[in-house]
């Protein structure tokens, strides 16, 4: 499923007209089991996913009872998949393959994908996509197996200009040269190479946040915290889910009442996120702190608040 006023609306209709292939259209919201019936009686043998998705159809068993039998592969793509979704996804289809995919809109495409010719592994990537060259740098610009994926120029369908900000600036300033002294584009990206070759991601390095599939600034989602009644500050971070999976938007807050109750606190900010920004960002957890940790020059460091919040989660686990 896809927004047809998104990149990849022209893309799936240019696609699909050079292939002679048939569109299937549905109005609505793919999260449910009218969504899933749709899939049944269109008869549809190629299906793009998104992993959020993924795992509401398994909650409500959506699937249940349905024939996918005219399925022979699924896409996915948007933001990191759990080995387990995948896996039931799967099953519901005779365990036709999932081939991942990911990319992004700057990009007029993918950097990394699965392909049908070679042996896939569940949340994986298996090669770089046709003409596309990449590196994993460690923090101090060297080559790795667990760090940032940069881009090699040129590619095809990677853009020149950015609508209202320096493209120049934002792809390439102080990004380190290649291992061999390639120039390199940052994507934001998190990446680790396995043994085997395979590719497994594992979120934003940046304040850009991947949740429901969608790329958002924290900034956007703090703005729209900070309006609540009675919080003074927001911070807002993704967590990558200790099995897996997409990333889970927690809201850490400095309210002016040290009493203020959590769950209140997060019925009223999911309310909010959903009217301002879109209905598809959920709010996994809020956190109350009396402060926001900061830099020297004022920034907040959400990179500390992930760290403190992933320590409590993984202390909790170790108790049960």
Same mark, same amino acid.
Do not use: F, H
């Given at each position: 499923?896809? &927004?047809?006023?998104?990149?990849? %609306?022209?893309?799936?209709?240019? #696609?699909?007209? =050079?292939?002679?292939?048939? =569109?299937a259209l549905f109005y609505g919201s793919p999260g449910g089991r009218e969504f899933c019936q749709f899939i049944e009686s269109a008869r549809v043998n190629m299906l793009g996913v998104i992993p959020s998705l993924v795992k509401s159809w398994r909650k409500l068993d959506a699937f249940n009872g349905l024939n996918l039998s005219n399925i022979r592969l699924f896409s996915s793509?948007?933001?990191?998949?759990?080995?387990? *979704? $995948?896996?039931?996804?799967? /099953? !519901?289809?005779?365990?036709?393959p999932i081939m991942e995919y990911c990319g992004g809109t700057e990009l007029g495409g993918a950097y990394l994908t699965g392909s049908m010719i070679q042996p896939q592994v569940l949340s994986s990537f298996s090669t770089p996509c046709f003409g596309m060259d =990449?590196?994993?740098? *460690?923090? *101090?610009?060297? /080559?790795?197996?667990?760090?940032?994926?940069m881009i090699v120029p040129p590619s095809l369908g990677i853009s020149t200009t950015l609508l209202n900000q320096d493209h120049s600036v934002v792809y390439f300033k102080d990004v380190p040269p290649g291992p061999n002294g390639e120039v390199l584009r940052r994507h934001g990206d998190h990446f680790q190479r396995l043994p085997d070759g395979y590719y497994v991601a594992q979120g934003r390095i940046d304040d850009t946040m991947n949740i429901g599939g969608i790329k958002v600034s924290?900034?956007?989602?703090? &703005?729209? $915290?900070?309006?609540?009644? %009675?919080? !003074?500050? #927001? #911070? $807002?971070?993704? =967590? &990558?889910?200790? !099995?897996?999976?997409? /990333?889970?938007?927690?809201?850490?807050?400095? $309210? !002016?009442?040290? /009493?203020? *109750?959590?769950?209140?606190?997060k019925q009223r900010i999911q309310k909010r996120i959903s009217t301002r920004l879109n209905p598809l960002f959920r709010v996994h957890d809020v956190v109350q702190r009396a402060e926001l940790p900061r830099t020297a020059s004022g920034k907040v460091m959400r990179r500390v608040l992930r760290q403190e919040y992933v320590n409590v989660r993984d202390s909790h686990r170790s108790k049960l």
């Open positions: 499923p896809t &927004n047809l006023g998104w990149m990849m %609306g022209p893309w799936l209709i240019y #696609a699909s007209l =050079i292939n002679c292939a048939t =569109i793509t948007g933001e990191a998949s759990n080995p387990t *979704d $995948c896996l039931w996804l799967m /099953s !519901q289809a005779s365990y036709k =990449i590196v994993l740098l *460690d923090d *101090d610009g060297r /080559s790795c197996d667990n760090g940032e994926l924290s900034v956007e989602l703090e &703005n729209v $915290c900070s309006l609540e009644n %009675g919080v !003074q500050e #927001a #911070a $807002c971070i993704a =967590i &990558n889910p200790a !099995q897996g999976g997409p /990333s889970l938007l927690v809201v850490v807050l400095v $309210c !002016q009442s040290s /009493s203020a *109750d959590t769950l209140e606190l």
